[in-house]
C-alpha cells in the first residue's frame, strides 16, 4: 500500500460547488449533463391513468408520447410528492428524452431556473408564434425593465383598485353577501363599484401602508424583477398585516359608506385579505404592462389556433407550477378549454408539491387524465438502502468528474451514446489522463465501491457501506431522509467540509456529530483502550472512525491510512475482545411464556456516552438502581 494515499482527496470544494445541486431549479438547463450524469429512475407510482410502457420516469414518457394526435381531448399529467423527491427532476429529464417532431407538435418548457415572473412569461411568450405575443413580450419588457419600484408600487395599488372595481365578479369564494359588501354597490354589472374596498384603497395611510418595504405589494413588484431561489416557496399573498388596523386617524379620513367597510376589515380582515389575493392575480399583468385587450388567454387561444391550423400539438412542461401562482388563472383557462376545430390539443406535464397540488381549483384537478405520485425513500427500507447508496455513488462520481467536464462528454457523444450514458465519465477509471487513478484498487478494497450502470463501478470514499448506512440513519431520525437531503447533506456538504480535514490529516472532527449516527453497542473505551500511548484528542479520533467506519470495530488498513488515524496501520491500537461486550442477556423464553420486549440498557449507555440524549424512561431506572445501590 503506497503512503500518498494518506490524506487523499479525489474531488476540489470548488468543483463540488459548481456541480452539485440539491435542487434542480438551482442548475440551469445549460448544465443538463450534470444532472443526466447524475440520473437514477425515479420510484413513481401512477395514481391514475392508463399504464403505459416502462418503469419511472420513462412511463411518463410513453404516456406523453401515446397521447399524441387525440384530436378530441387536452392531456393533463400531474407529477406531486414531498418537498425534494425528484418531482421536477421527472420533467426535465422529460425534456431532456422528448424527441424532437415539429411535424407533430411545438413544446414550450419553463424550468425551475427562472428568476423572476418578467423571465417566466418571457419563455413563454418567445416559444408562441402570434402577433400577440411579439407585442406582449415587448410591452412587459419595457414596462417591467425601465421603471423603477416606487412607479411600479403606485401602478399596482392603482391596479388592484381597478380590478375591485370593475373586474372581480360579485359572485365568489367566501360568504356572498360579505363578499358584495366589501366590493360595494353597483347599477349593473358594467358600472363602477362605488363605497366598496376600493374607495378605501384611496386613502393615503394605507397606501403608504401598502407600500412599505416589507410589504406584499414591494413583494410582488419585487417577484416580477428580482431573483429568487428556484425552490418551493409561495408567491406573495396579502396578509392582515398588510393592513393598517391598528393606526389610528383613517376612520376620520374617510366617506360615510367607505367607513363602514373599514370597520368591517378591523373587526374581521380576512375576508378583505381573500379579495385583495383575488384581485392582486389580475393586476400583475396589468402592471407588467400588458396592453388593453392583450391578454394571456388571448396570447394562448392565438397561439393554439396556430397550431391548430398547422395541424400540431402544444406540449406544455412546468418544472414548478407553483411558479405561476400569481397568473395561473390564465393557464388554468387553457386547461379546460377544449381542444377541436378552432383549438389545438393540449399536452401539459407538471410537477408541483403535494400540498400545493390540493390547492389547485377543482376544475382543473377535474381533468388531470394522469396523475403520479414520487415516492421518497422507505417504501421499501431494505430496498431503499441499496438504491440511495447508489443514488449516492452516482453524486460521488459527478463531484468528481466536475461540471465543465460533464458538459464537454456529453457534447462530445453522439446520439446513441447519449441514448446509452455510455458519455458518462468514470473518474476512478480516467482520473489520470485518461488511466485509473493510482489508488483505485486500495481504494475500493478499503472504502468499497458499487455499479452505476454504464459508467461502470465507482469508489465510495470518502465513504464505506458502514459510514453510509449510519448517514442515512441520521437524516431519518431527523425527519429530513430524501434525494435532496441525500444531494445537500451527504454529498455537498460533507464533501466540502471534510475535505479539508482529509487533507491536513484532521479528520474525522467532532463536526462528523452533524452527518453521523454515533451509537454504540460497547463501552468507549473497549472501542480504544485510552492506554496513554496516544493524546486524548487522537483517541476520541481514533473512536469516532471506528463507530462510523466499522461499527465499533478495527477499521481497514486503507481507511487507517487514507485518514492519516493514528497508531499503526497494520496494528492500529485494540479494539476490544471479539466476545460480545455487553451484559448478559436474559435466557431465552420457554415454550408458553409471554414475550417481553426489553430495551438494550446497556447500549443507551454508550449511545449516552458518544454525546446522545438517555430516553427518560431509562434515565429514571438508571437512578433508581444507584440510589439502591
Given at each position: 500500500?503506497?503512503?500518498?494515499?494518506?490524506?487523499?482527496?479525489?474531488?476540489?470544494?470548488?468543483?463540488?460547488?459548481?456541480?452539485?445541486?440539491?435542487?434542480?431549479?438551482?442548475?440551469?438547463?445549460?448544465?443538463?449533463?450534470?444532472?443526466?450524469?447524475?440520473?437514477?429512475?425515479?420510484?413513481?407510482?401512477?395514481?391514475?391513468?392508463?399504464?403505459?410502457?416502462?418503469?419511472?420516469?420513462?412511463?411518463?414518457?410513453?404516456?406523453?408520447?401515446?397521447?399524441?394526435?387525440?384530436?378530441?381531448?387536452?392531456?393533463?399529467?400531474?407529477?406531486?410528492?414531498?418537498?425534494?423527491?425528484?418531482?421536477?427532476?421527472?420533467?426535465?429529464?422529460?425534456?431532456?428524452?422528448?424527441?424532437?417532431?415539429?411535424?407533430?407538435?411545438?413544446?414550450?418548457?419553463?424550468?425551475?431556473?427562472?428568476?423572476?415572473?418578467?423571465?417566466?412569461?418571457?419563455?413563454?411568450?418567445?416559444?408562441?408564434?402570434?402577433?400577440?405575443a411579439k407585442e406582449a413580450a415587448r410591452q412587459i419588457?419595457?414596462?417591467?425593465?425601465?421603471?423603477?419600484?416606487?412607479?411600479?408600487?403606485?401602478?399596482?395599488?392603482?391596479?388592484?383598485?381597478?380590478?375591485?372595481?370593475?373586474?372581480?365578479?360579485?359572485?365568489?369564494?367566501?360568504?356572498?353577501?360579505?363578499?358584495?359588501?366589501?366590493?360595494?354597490?353597483?347599477?349593473?354589472?358594467?358600472?363602477?363599484?362605488?363605497?366598496?374596498?376600493?374607495?378605501?384603497?384611496?386613502?393615503?395611510?394605507?397606501?403608504?401602508?401598502?407600500?412599505?418595504?416589507?410589504g406584499t405589494v414591494t413583494a410582488a413588484i419585487r417577484?416580477?424583477?428580482?431573483?429568487?431561489?428556484?425552490?418551493?416557496?409561495?408567491?406573495?399573498?396579502?396578509?392582515?398585516?398588510?393592513?393598517?388596523?391598528?393606526?389610528?386617524?383613517?376612520?376620520?379620513?374617510?366617506?360615510?359608506?367607505?367607513?363602514?367597510?373599514?370597520?368591517?376589515?378591523?373587526?374581521?380582515?380576512?375576508?378583505?385579505?381573500?379579495?385583495?389575493?383575488?384581485?392582486?392575480?389580475?393586476?400583475?399583468?396589468?402592471?407588467?404592462?400588458?396592453?388593453?385587450?392583450?391578454?394571456?388567454?388571448?396570447?394562448?387561444?392565438?397561439?393554439?389556433?396556430?397550431?391548430?391550423?398547422?395541424?400540431?400539438?402544444?406540449?406544455?412542461?412546468?418544472?414548478?407550477?407553483?411558479?405561476?401562482?400569481?397568473?395561473?388563472?390564465?393557464?388554468?383557462?387553457?386547461?379546460?378549454?377544449?381542444?377541436?376545430?378552432?383549438?389545438?390539443?393540449?399536452?401539459?406535464?407538471?410537477?408541483?408539491?403535494?400540498?400545493?397540488?390540493?390547492?389547485?381549483?377543482?376544475?382543473?384537478?377535474?381533468?388531470?387524465?394522469?396523475?403520479?405520485?414520487?415516492?421518497?425513500?422507505?417504501?421499501?427500507?431494505?430496498?431503499?438502502?441499496?438504491?440511495?447508496?447508489?443514488?449516492?455513488?452516482?453524486?460521488?462520481?459527478?463531484?468528481?468528474?466536475?461540471?465543465?467536464?460533464?458538459?464537454?462528454?456529453?457534447?462530445?457523444?453522439?446520439?446513441?451514446?447519449?441514448?446509452?450514458?455510455?458519455?458518462?465519465?468514470?473518474?476512478?477509471?480516467?482520473?489520470?489522463?485518461?488511466?485509473?487513478?493510482?489508488?483505485?484498487?486500495?481504494?475500493?478494497?478499503?472504502?468499497?465501491?458499487?455499479?452505476?450502470?454504464?459508467?461502470?463501478?465507482?469508489?465510495?470514499?470518502?465513504?464505506?457501506?458502514?459510514?453510509?448506512?449510519?448517514?442515512?440513519?441520521?437524516?431519518?431520525?431527523?425527519?429530513?431522509?430524501?434525494?435532496?437531503?441525500?444531494?445537500?447533506?451527504?454529498?455537498?456538504?460533507?464533501?466540502?467540509?471534510?475535505?479539508?480535514?482529509?487533507?491536513?490529516?484532521?479528520?474525522?472532527?467532532?463536526?462528523?456529530?452533524?452527518?453521523?449516527?454515533?451509537?454504540?453497542?460497547?463501552?468507549?473505551?473497549?472501542?480504544?483502550?485510552?492506554?496513554?500511548?496516544?493524546?486524548?484528542?487522537?483517541?476520541?479520533?481514533?473512536?469516532?472512525?471506528?463507530?462510523?467506519?466499522?461499527?465499533?470495530?478495527?477499521?481497514?488498513?486503507?481507511?487507517?491510512?487514507?485518514?492519516?488515524?493514528?497508531?499503526?496501520?497494520?496494528?492500529?491500537?485494540?479494539?476490544?475482545?471479539?466476545?460480545?461486550?455487553?451484559?448478559?442477556?436474559?435466557?431465552?423464553?420457554?415454550?408458553?411464556?409471554?414475550?417481553?420486549?426489553?430495551?438494550?440498557?446497556?447500549?443507551?449507555?454508550?449511545?449516552?456516552?458518544?454525546?446522545?440524549?438517555?430516553?427518560?424512561?431509562?434515565?429514571?431506572?438508571?437512578?433508581?438502581?444507584?440510589?439502591?445501590?
Amino acid at each position: 500500500m503506497t503512503d500518498a494515499f494518506r490524506n487523499f482527496c479525489c474531488w476540489q470544494a470548488p468543483t463540488v460547488q459548481r456541480t452539485i445541486f440539491g435542487d434542480i431549479g438551482a442548475l440551469a438547463t445549460e448544465a443538463d449533463a450534470v444532472f443526466l450524469a447524475a440520473h437514477a429512475q425515479i420510484p413513481i407510482r401512477r395514481d391514475k391513468g392508463t399504464p403505459a410502457e416502462g418503469q419511472g420516469e420513462a412511463e411518463i414518457l410513453s404516456a406523453l408520447l401515446g397521447e399524441l394526435g387525440l384530436a378530441e381531448r387536452n392531456t393533463v399529467m400531474a407529477i406531486t410528492g414531498p418537498v425534494g423527491t425528484g418531482k421536477s427532476h421527472a420533467v426535465r429529464w422529460l425534456r431532456a428524452h422528448l424527441p424532437a417532431d415539429p411535424a407533430r407538435y411545438r413544446t414550450i418548457y419553463v424550468p425551475r431556473d427562472v428568476s423572476t415572473l418578467r423571465e417566466l412569461l418571457g419563455r413563454i411568450l418567445d416559444e408562441m408564434p402570434g402577433k400577440k405575443a411579439k407585442e406582449a413580450a415587448r410591452q412587459i419588457d419595457e414596462a417591467v425593465g425601465q421603471k423603477p419600484e416606487d412607479q411600479l408600487k403606485t401602478a399596482l395599488i392603482d391596479n388592484l383598485r381597478e380590478v375591485l372595481a370593475h373586474e372581480l365578479p360579485d359572485k365568489g369564494p367566501g360568504d356572498p353577501e360579505i363578499r358584495r359588501f366589501l366590493l360595494g354597490q353597483r347599477a349593473d354589472h358594467n358600472a363602477i363599484r362605488r363605497d366598496g374596498l376600493s374607495a378605501v384603497l384611496h386613502n393615503l395611510t394605507i397606501i403608504e401602508h401598502l407600500s412599505r418595504d416589507d410589504g406584499t405589494v414591494t413583494a410582488a413588484i419585487r417577484s416580477l424583477r428580482a431573483q429568487h431561489t428556484g425552490r418551493d416557496e409561495d408567491y406573495p399573498k396579502f396578509s392582515p398585516a398588510d393592513l393598517p388596523i391598528q393606526v389610528p386617524g383613517i376612520r376620520r379620513k374617510l366617506d360615510h359608506g367607505p367607513l363602514a367597510v373599514w370597520n368591517s376589515i378591523i373587526r374581521d380582515p380576512e375576508p378583505a385579505v381573500k379579495l385583495l389575493d383575488e384581485a392582486l392575480k389580475r393586476a400583475i399583468p396589468m402592471t407588467m404592462g400588458i396592453a388593453p385587450g392583450i391578454t394571456l388567454d388571448g396570447i394562448f387561444r392565438e397561439t393554439r389556433e396556430i397550431l391548430r391550423n398547422e395541424g400540431t400539438d402544444l406540449i406544455l412542461l412546468f418544472e414548478d407550477l407553483a411558479l405561476f401562482g400569481l397568473i395561473d388563472d390564465a393557464l388554468y383557462d387553457q386547461f379546460v378549454i377544449p381542444p377541436g376545430d378552432s383549438y389545438c390539443p393540449l399536452r401539459i406535464v407538471f410537477a408541483i408539491t403535494t400540498a400545493k397540488y390540493h390547492e389547485i381549483r377543482d376544475t382543473v384537478i377535474d381533468r388531470v387524465t394522469h396523475h403520479y405520485i414520487v415516492q421518497n425513500f422507505e417504501a421499501d427500507p431494505a430496498q431503499d438502502a441499496s438504491s440511495m447508496t447508489t443514488f449516492v455513488a452516482r453524486y460521488l462520481n459527478v463531484a468528481r468528474v466536475g461540471r465543465d467536464a460533464l458538459i464537454a462528454a456529453r457534447d462530445a457523444a453522439g446520439g446513441s451514446g447519449r441514448d446509452a450514458g455510455t458519455w458518462i465519465p468514470n473518474a476512478c477509471d480516467s482520473r489520470e489522463q485518461g488511466l485509473p487513478c493510482q489508488f483505485r484498487d486500495e481504494c475500493f478494497s478499503a472504502f468499497g465501491s458499487t455499479s452505476i450502470g454504464s459508467a461502470g463501478y465507482v469508489g465510495l470514499y470518502p465513504y464505506n457501506e458502514h459510514s453510509l448506512r449510519r448517514a442515512f440513519t441520521r437524516l431519518r431520525e431527523r425527519n429530513a431522509l430524501s434525494p435532496r437531503s441525500l444531494v445537500n447533506e451527504v454529498v455537498y456538504g460533507f464533501l466540502t467540509t471534510a475535505g479539508p480535514e482529509i487533507s491536513q490529516g484532521d479528520f474525522p472532527t467532532e463536526e462528523i456529530r452533524n452527518w453521523f449516527d454515533m451509537s454504540a453497542d460497547r463501552p468507549h473505551e473497549v472501542i480504544v483502550p485510552d492506554g496513554g500511548k496516544l493524546a486524548q484528542q487522537e483517541v476520541l479520533r481514533l473512536r469516532r472512525a471506528r463507530i462510523v467506519w466499522a461499527d465499533c470495530g478495527i477499521e481497514k488498513p486503507g481507511i487507517h491510512q487514507a485518514f492519516n488515524l493514528p497508531g499503526d496501520a497494520g496494528n492500529p491500537g485494540a479494539a476490544g475482545p471479539e466476545t460480545d461486550p455487553r451484559p448478559p442477556q436474559p435466557e431465552s423464553p420457554q415454550p408458553g411464556d409471554k414475550p417481553v420486549r426489553r430495551p438494550d440498557a446497556a447500549k443507551s449507555l454508550y449511545d449516552w456516552e458518544g454525546g446522545r440524549d438517555l430516553p427518560v424512561a431509562e434515565m429514571e431506572s438508571f437512578r433508581r438502581l444507584l440510589h439502591g445501590w
